[in-house]
């Protein structure tokens, strides 16, 4: 009986010390981002949608498309749309063609490629450092963002891809 | 209606291979083409592909394609023939769902891809490392009717 009664014990400090792990857990959850500069200002996508980076590919231009689709590219087999980000966002300069990289991102079972003029690094930052977009923003380009991230280098703009990818499709049938 | 396929690289700043789908009588030298059709005493109406396509002026136009349409032959300039390919249907790929909710032009059919170094391809086996090129397939009959459906009368003498 006293054995059982310790045993029970046991099990509650466990399950007690479990809890205090997943509370801390939950405080210090956080996320990787795969940061990238784009005339001069630095984005960023979340590393669980990525899916690879590739350097040196020349996207096909598909005729009487928008200037922010630069081409296509066949990735292994697949083809998969580019998109220019500096003209989705409307910043200085040209795409930046053969070479920059192309961020291979998934949404909804879709691959799209983003150019980047250069990629940075991949950032784990927490949860909670994720502000809102600036208020300052356009509201359009505001619902392609998840948040700002302070970063020691400057602001990062987290964009989130299914949304992005979303209404660029969308503008199409605009 | 008879049709054949040809391949031709059109003229951007970076070279895009254009798989033209359509009635192709003829290929010519840009030079010679006047000279041809004033001896035979025909006015062939022309225009600059990469132009037609909204490519922006093209760095050199060498060969023009005599392409029937209503009954007439029209001018295509292009840079050069890649070569002449037969492509069965099941080759065609459809755009990416970006691309072509993006794209308003039904002349615009879809991709194909072409293996332009098969030396490279059977030195590995991941697809992802061989030397493909993707071409754009363009209804000639199409791109006609939308982006060159008039022709203008010959100047009389």
């Keep these: 009986m006293s054995e059982s009664k310790g045993e029970e014990l046991r099990r509650a400090f466990e399950n007690a010390g479990l809890a205090g792990d997943q509370e801390a857990d939950a405080a210090e959850e956080t996320i990787q981002i795969l940061s990238f500069s784009l005339a001069a200002e630095w984005y960023g996508f979340r590393l669980r949608d990525l899916i690879e980076i590739i ?17 296509v590219i066949n990735h292994r087999g697949s083809v998969v749309s580019v998109v220019d980000l500096r003209n989705v966002f409307g910043l200085p300069g040209r795409g930046s063609g053969g070479a920059g990289r192309i961020v291979l991102v998934t949404s909804d079972d879709a691959i799209v490629g983003f150019q980047a003029d250069e990629i940075s690094d991949i950032v784990t930052v927490p949860i909670s450092t994720v502000e809102p977009p600036l208020s300052t923003m356009e509201k359009v380009k505001a619902s392609y963002i998840e948040g700002c991230i302070r970063l020691p280098r400057g602001l990062l703009v987290l964009l989130d891809s299914s949304t992005l990818i979303g209404e660029l499709r969308m503008r199409g049938e605009g | 209606m008879s049709s054949s396929s040809g391949v031709a690289p059109g003229s951007t700043d970076s070279e895009v291979l254009l798989l033209l789908v359509g009635p192709l009588h003829y290929v010519v030298p840009r030079d010679q083409v006047r000279a041809i ?110 982006h060159w459906p008039a022709v203008p009368e010959p100047q009389g003498e």
């Design chain 2, 37 to 146: 059709h004033d001896r035979m005493d025909t006015h062939l109406p022309m225009r600059s592909l990469s132009e037609l396509l909204g490519f922006g002026p093209a760095r050199s136009d060498d060969r023009v394609l005599e392409v029937e349409w209503q009954g007439n032959l029209r001018g295509l300039a292009v840079t050069g023939i890649a070569g002449i390919r037969q492509v069965r249907p099941g080759q065609l790929r459809g755009l990416p769902a970006l691309v072509e909710r993006n794209c308003p032009s039904m002349s615009v059919l879809g991709l194909v891809v072409l293996d332009t170094d098969t030396s490279q391809e059977r030195d590995s086996d991941d697809p992802g490392l061989s030397w493909e090129s993707l071409a754009v397939a363009l209804d000639l009959d199409c791109l006609f009717r939308e």
């Design chain 1, 55 to 71: 350097g040196g590919v020349h996207p096909t231009p598909i005729p009487f498309t928008p200037a922010f689709i630069p081409g």
